[in-house]
């Protein structure tokens, strides 16, 4: 009996592995490739798949989603003999299960020595000031070449980039050195620049200042002159209308020679001759008003004494 029964259990073992390998499922954007008898058969797509156990084998399964693969720095020299580190990053996407697993052994590595020897190919026609100014013009030029070379392995390169691109120590110690220059320079421009427009509207401002001190003076003066011209018609129009003798006017005359006199730099008074007039008009109402009629003589002869005084310092 126990034979019957390992011989039972080795029956069921079988079947179950059999059905195992009977049945294949497939993950969503994925693809398997089936050979029979070490020769390629067909792909398994997506889903539930049916093969043949212990004929058909599941040579590999390919990834179809869109990969992003980076590669380590590699020297490149540029055209005017600069070595520079180019980190590149490379987006593909598998389109054909069999090519790409038949057609190249690797493409993975197949794809990252292309990208070298394509690198090495553009970045030499280059000077270096070219190469950090053109990275759209070199990712397009390595990307057709890359696309070219790779459909016939089922690879569809679908974005190329460069990460970065490095020159060396002592090229970004100069090329630092001239970005502070430049910045310095800016600097010291925008700075006159400012200094400049600040003296051109301070300028502007002190002679808008000037005309409008200068406009409001003259103003001023106009309406000083038109306020003494007004109050000297006024003065006179009032002389006029009272219709005043020649014995007031001296009288007024008098009185103001005493203000033409004050002040501690007036040394010398001149004695106008227009005085003696003066004193004779004085002298002639004074005496007209006197209490008797000779006493009128003196005055004239006072005033013409007086005329003949010297000046008093």
Known sequence: MQPIIIVLIILVVLVFIALIKTIQVIPQASAAIVERFGRYTRTLNAGLNIVVPFIDSI??????????????????????????????????????????????????QAIEQLT??????????????????????????????????????????????????????????????????????????????????????????EKQSAILRAEGEAKAAALRAEGEAQAIRTVFESIHAGDPDQKLLSYQYLQMLPKIAEGDANKLWIVPSE???????????????????????????????????????
């Open 59 to 108: 040579r590999n399964r390919i990834d179809l989603r869109e990969q992003v693969v980076p590669f380590p720095p590699q020297p490149v020299i540029t055209q005017d003999n600069l070595v520079v580190n180019i980190d590149t990053v490379i987006y593909y996407q598998v389109t054909d299960a069999r090519a790409a697993t038949y057609e190249v052994a690797s493409y993975i």
């Open 116 to 205: 070298v020897t394509t690198l090495r190919n553009i970045i030499g026609g280059m000077d270096l000031e070219r190469t950090l100014t053109s990275r759209e013009e070199i990712n397009a030029a390595l990307r057709g070449v890359l696309d070219e070379a790779t459909g016939k392995w089922g690879i569809r390169v679908n974005r190329v980039e460069l990460k970065a691109i490095e020159p060396p120590t002592s090229i970004q110690d100069s090329m630092e050195k001239q970005m502070r220059a430049d910045r310095d320079k800016r600097a010291a421009i925008l700075q006159a620049e400012g200094v400049r427009q600040s003296e051109i509207l301070r300028a502007e401002g």
């Open 275 to 313: 005085i003696g007039d003066a004193l004779k008009g004085l002298g002639g109402a004074l005496g007209n008003f006197g209490p008797m009629g000779g006493g009128g003589g003196s005055v004239p002869a006072q005033g013409k004494e007086r005329r003949e005084q010297p000046p008093i310092d």
